[in-house]
């Protein structure tokens, strides 16, 4: 019993710990909710969207959110998968901090009618900057398809730097894509100003 203890206290000096409510500027960032289902279908419905992500299917719909929603909005997982949110509360998007092999991985979508406002750089900047308030020693890493500029410069206006480049398999697109590989140190992360 005493080994559980000391297992189950080590894990959770390892968290960042619950995912949390984040207020910038201009949007809301929280955690998932099972009524954001129809929001999420609509946006990684449309492909131009899904293209960009490694793990999401073509076709995708409503039971799809659902199955990706129930553990996300359990609260159980000790990840950040934040539902990006304007004034009215309506999902337009996904920024996600998760342990994969041993790193912290940054993933984020927006749905396309939002994109080219700055809402991306926004919402990853302001989970950033809490996950390095509670997780100050921790780099982060993650990466784009090599065809998805605006999600590289993202990356770059934050601070990451290009550390690999490789091939992944896109369930959407069913083949194999270029990727670029990224990283960012703590000391290295920047606040863009408002666009």
């Not at 995912?19 to 999420?40: Q, Y």
């Not at 609260?75 to 999902?91: E, F, K, N, R, S």
């Not at 919402?123 to 950033?128: E, K, P």
């Not at 990451?160 to 069913?174: E, G, K, L, T």
């Amino acid at each position: 019993m005493n080994a559980a203890v000391l297992q189950k206290t080590n894990s959770l000096a390892t968290t960042p710990g619950p995912c949390p409510v984040i207020t910038t500027e201009r949007l809301m960032l929280r955690p998932h909710r099972i009524g954001d289902a129809s929001a999420i279908a609509e946006s990684l419905g449309d492909f131009k969207v899904s293209r960009m992500l490694s793990r999401v299917p073509q076709p995708y719909d409503r039971q799809d959110a659902f199955d990706w929603l129930v553990p996300h909005a359990s609260g159980l997982l000790p990840d950040w998968t934040l539902a990006i949110t304007t004034g009215d509360d309506i999902h337009i998007g996904v920024v996600g901090l998760e342990p994969r092999n041993g790193q912290w991985r940054l993933g984020y979508w927006l749905n396309r009618i939002y994109w080219d406002r700055g809402y991306m750089t926004e919402a990853v900047a302001g989970t950033l900057e809490r996950f390095f308030r509670r997780m100050p020693e921790t780099q982060v890493f993650s990466g784009a398809f090599a065809d998805n500029l605006a999600s590289l410069n993202v990356q770059k206006k934050l601070g990451f730097r290009i550390i690999d480049a490789n091939q992944i398999f896109s369930m959407s697109r069913n083949r194999m894509v270029p990727h670029i590989e990224t990283m960012l140190l703590p000391e290295d992360f920047r606040r863009p100003a408002r666009p």
